[in-house]
């Protein structure tokens, strides 16, 4: 026969809640019938169990696994609607793109660009005897800045009293999220996948080695190395090049692909070849990485496929920037009842998020509808504002979500390049300024670069604009207005741009589709 303290011992091992009934009952069977004493004291174990469970469970109106750029949004835009919602977050709020990317990378961007500034003094008339940087204190202020930018996220979290919860959420069972190393259970009525996306590493030989670094990596180094071998001349492989180069890092970037930033007309992608050669960054395009080896001096060795002959590239080090892909197997999907798009890199949404699961949303990177921060954050929007029952007029168009690429000079994309309009057979005009042309940019010397509107030629709509040059990221903005609310090239150039101001090369390049720009004759 079992002792009464063996009973005891078993509730604190938390068994299993209906097993302890079933046991309790057959012990009473056997003993206890007749002992009232004992039936209460079962009674207050249970209840005292039941109690405990119940405090460890949270119930939200909406769960929202991922607090990144995505996530954290969604979480606060719920709480506008006066949803209760519960954010779930293995690592820190603001995701990869506040703690390992847009954020970090655009602080180096910045002291790259005041570094530039001071190499070229002599330009502007200023002469610099000397000057030195300190990598410690760059890198110091850089994690400052993030930590300050968290900061903010978590306050906004608390000021919309949204209850955040750290660790790594599992799907117990339908309706119920238990969260890795606690006892914390959340009970949801809707759910929000925001899990982001990881680094890709390329099926290359050697890629694997333990120091071959990532974007993570090249935000941490303590030295800047003599040289170094970036692999992958997308978005992420581009600003690195640059940021290191001004470093005083001798760069070379391999691209399998037939252009650096292929994403982009080929006039954007050679101002940007041009202005990297000029820094010194070599570029290979068109070239396939083979294989990475170390050699005896400890440098690696890429070996390269180009123009159908094998070359080889020694640096002190080798960098991966071959893009990101989504974290699916972050959580559970098929317990959930959620499939993936038809390519299998992504979770299948509709245009209000939701997934094949009508109670499951997925935004940002996971989606891999579009991998930018941005687009996270309005997807969370429109899942949020669905969730509180408000129907979403829109599709998600990933052609309207604007593209910042902090290389030196910047490029601001959005909408249709002529390369994807062709691919449609979309018949389409262009207006083109350079901003050698502009005087705001030529007196701040920085008129390298143009603008360049593309317009449906049927309907005269701006369809897509690209900026390449000084303050392009910002002027971003004024194209992207006129390209999501289908501004025809008519109504655009009623607009008056200020003089003197970079901005007015955007009505000149408006003018220019007509073949009428004032201050530019082709």
Not at 233 to 243: C, D, L, S
Not at 263 to 268: E, F, I, P
Not at 317 to 342: H, P, Y
Not at 461 to 482: D, F, Y
Request: proline content about 3%; hydrophobic content about 40%; overall charge negative.
């Amino acid at each position: 026969m079992i002792k009464e303290n063996t009973l005891i011992v078993k509730v604190s091992k938390k068994c299993d809640v209906d097993c302890y009934v079933a046991f309790v009952f057959k012990e009473r069977e056997e003993k206890y019938m007749s002992t009232g004493t004992a039936v209460e004291r079962d009674k207050n174990i249970l209840a005292e169990s039941e109690r405990t469970e119940n405090q460890n469970i949270i119930d939200a109106e909406v769960a929202i696994i991922g607090g990144g750029p995505g996530g954290y949004v969604a979480a606060i835009r719920c709480a506008q609607h006066g949803l209760k919602t519960v954010l779930i977050e293995y690592d820190r709020l603001g995701g990869t793109c506040l703690n390992r990317g847009c954020i970090p990378t655009k602080t180096l961007v910045s002291v790259t660009n005041f570094i530039s500034n001071l190499k070229n003094a002599e330009k502007y008339g200023v002469s610099i005897p000397s000057w030195e940087y300190s990598l410690e204190k760059i890198r110091n202020k850089k994690n400052e800045i993030v930590d300050s930018l968290v900061q903010g996220i978590e306050f906004l979290m608390k000021k919309h009293k949204i209850e955040v919860i750290k660790g790594k959420a599992v799907i117990e069972k339908e309706g119920i999220l238990a969260v890795e190393g606690t006892e914390r259970k959340v009970r949801f009525g809707k759910l929000i996948i925001a899990t982001g996306s990881k680094a890709q590493k390329p099926p290359i030989p050697g890629a694997d080695l333990p120091d071959i670094l990532t974007s993570d990596e090249l935000l941490e180094l303590t030295d800047i190395p003599e040289s170094l071998t970036i692999i992958g001349g997308g978005v992420i492989g581009m600003e690195f090049a640059f940021i290191y180069s001004a470093f005083g890092c001798k760069v070379h970037v391999v691209e399998f692909l037939p252009q650096i930033l292929n994403m982009l007309d080929t006039d954007a992608a050679s101002a940007i070849k041009r202005a990297a050669r000029q820094k010194g960054i070599e570029i290979y395009e068109a070239s396939r990485a083979l294989s990475i080896e170390s050699a005896p001096d400890g440098k690696k060795v890429v070996n390269i496929e180009r123009k159908g002959k094998t070359e080889s590239i020694t640096t002190e080090k080798v960098a991966i920037a071959a893009g990101r892909k989504a974290n699916l197997d972050s959580i559970d999907l098929d317990k959930l009842g959620v499939q993936l798009n038809d390519r299998k890199n992504g979770i299948k949404v509709n245009q209000n998020m939701q997934t094949s699961n009508p109670s499951v949303y997925a935004i940002g990177d996971v989606t891999n509808l579009s991998m930018l921060a941005h687009a996270a954050s309005r997807q969370g929007i429109i899942a949020a504002d669905h969730i509180a029952g408000i129907e979403n007029k829109e599709c998600f168009d990933p052609h309207l979500i604007p593209s910042a690429i902090f290389t030196s000079p910047e490029i601001g994309h959005i909408g249709y390049t002529v390369k994807e309009a062709k691919e449609e057979n979309r018949e389409v005009i262009t207006g083109k300024f350079p901003l050698g042309a502009n005087s705001k940019a030529v007196a701040m010397q920085e008129a390298d670069g143009f603008v360049k509107i593309v317009a449906d030629k049927e309907t005269r709509k701006i369809i897509g604009a690209t900026v390449v040059g000084a303050e392009a990221t910002e002027l971003l903005s004024l194209v992207t207005n006129l390209v999501t609310a289908q501004v025809s090239l008519d109504e655009a150039d009623k607009v008056i741009y200020a003089h003197p101001t970079v901005s007015e090369a955007i009505s000149e390049a408006i003018l220019d589709a007509d073949g009428k720009a004032i201050h530019f004759g082709k």
